[in-house]
């Protein structure tokens, strides 16, 4: 779809689809896009009053730092709030994913106010995520707060990226969409600090620095994560290598935060060790519903685990965390990627529907991310715009209506539903639910 038609598709998509509000639509086509930042909407990365991304595990730009000119030293903010404009939105926050060939361009304008815009016209107002006081303070042994336990989703998440490299390798292995390796790799090629495998020493003392200075405690819950384990990391297996780290903050930090852990989907010993320790939410991610497209899409997972192997797991682990608790992601619009994907909006809706049926009729009620195709992975290659609109915006609807079918409420572990509330960044799921605040209380089990 070019640039020119682009107003009158957003027009068109929020016409039809009334039941989607329109910064769902707005926030999606920006997710699957990109942005554009003018030099003047960059960051002073952490010498500045504006929090920088921190690529805190995939690098979701659609270019390579190699060529995001100034954007790539001067880094973008990690993400917006967007207000305003002809469709009168309420605050919606996004993910920050760079595209300086974007239709969508964030600049300031002739009064020093940032906006967006779009074809020439301005469609809203646009504010930055302020420089939180503990990324001001460093470890002892130099390494950053931002580095070690960056914050996104505007200061709710912290992102515990323990482990930067995936071991599902190559292509008869790594998720066709996934960049997790390639943005190690250009990260530690443009000679940023990326530690490979944080010590847990260096967690515990960061984590120390935002429960120090995050006195509004707008901090909320922490994500512990990186790249699957199919041998050992550390000598230790999956769940004992990232179990470690949930052990030693739940000891150190018992409460403070709600915790998460995003890991393949494991053994019901191993998924106990991890509430054991104390972990609230597991997300074991299934990424895409078709079983074709599973095997072709993430070979690796089919490999080591299988598809069906994958589901079992899934539901032992919502015997062990009580279903709401077991929130598998899917990656939306790779259902619609060439080669394999499918050809109409119509198939790929249905195909997925049918996934959330699956897991919504048991109690588990999975989300998304909204797909941003990186030029480093093969489905970013070859399909550079990725997803249409349209299916993420039937998407979003068809999510709303299924939880509505199995009487299920949003997942717990996301702040605040409803459009103008939601603070998730990386799909406007969300955004599209009705307003039901979700507490840390809420969400753990009794």
């Known amino acids: 779809m070019s640039s020119s038609s682009r107003t009158a598709l957003l027009d068109s998509l929020i016409q039809r689809y009334p039941s989607v509000p329109p910064e769902a639509v707005l926030k999606e086509d920006l997710l699957r896009t990109g942005i554009a930042f003018d030099t003047s909407a960059l960051t002073d990365n952490l010498d500045g009053e504006v929090k920088p991304k921190s690529y805190f595990i995939f690098s979701f730009d659609q270019k390579p730092l190699t060529e995001l000119g100034e ?51 301005r469609f809203a107002e646009v504010a930055l995520p302020p420089m939180p006081e503990y990324y001001r303070h460093t470890l002892a042994n130099g390494k950053t707060v931002m580095e070690t336990a960056p914050t996104i989703q505007w200061g709710y998440l912290i992102y515990l990226t323990v482990l930067r490299l995936c071991q599902y390798f190559g292509a008869k292995e790594e998720c066709g969409f996934c960049d997790i390796n390639h943005n190690w790799r250009q990260h530690k090629r443009e000679g940023r600090p990326y530690t490979g495998v944080k010590p847990i020493e260096d967690v ?46 739940e000891e150190r930090f018992p409460g403070r935060w709600l915790g998460k ?35 072709l899409i993430s070979p690796g997972k089919e490999r080591y685990v299988g598809r069906e192997e994958w589901h079992r797991r899934i539901f032992d682990a919502a015997e062990v965390f009580g279903a709401r608790y077991v929130i598998p992601n899917f990656v939306a619009g790779v259902e619609m990627a060439r080669p394999y994907g499918f050809a ?29 195709p990186e030029p480093t992975t ?22 709303r209506a299924a939880l509505s079918r199995h009487g299920l409420k949003p997942p717990p572990g996301y702040g605040v539903a409803g459009a103008g509330n939601a603070v998730f960044s990386v799909s406007s799921f969300m955004d599209t639910l009705d307003p039901e605040e979700v507490t840390v209380e809420e969400a753990v089990p009794a």
């Open 71 to 121: 954007a790539a030293t001067r880094r973008p903010p990690e993400e917006i709030a967007l207000s305003g404009g002809p469709y009168e939105l309420r605050r919606t926050i996004v993910s920050v994913r760079v595209n300086p060939g974007s239709p969508y361009t964030v600049a300031r304008d002739e009064n020093g106010t940032l906006t967006l815009s779009l074809e020439g016209g």
């Open 204 to 249: 515990l003392e960061a984590l120390a620095l935002i429960d120090l200075y995050d006195t509004a405690g707008a901090s909320k819950a922490y994500t512990l994560t990186g790249g699957s384990v199919t041998s050992a990391v550390d000598g230790l297996g999956e769940a004992e290598f990232y179990g470690r780290y949930a052990q030693a903050i």
């Open 261 to 295: 852990v995003v890991a393949q989907a494991l053994p019901k010993a191993d998924v106990q060790r991890f509430k054991d320790y104390g972990i609230t939410i597991y997300h074991p991610n299934y990424e895409v519903w078709d079983a074709r497209l599973f095997s």
């Open 344 to 372: 109409t909006i119509d198939e790929a809706i249905a195909s997925t529907t049918e996934g959330l049926d699956y897991f919504m009729s048991r109690g588990v009620t999975p989300r998304f991310t909204t797909w941003c």
């Open 378 to 399: 093969p489905l970013g290659k070859q399909n550079p715009e990725g997803a249409p609109l349209e299916y993420h915006v039937r998407l979003l609807e068809a999510y």
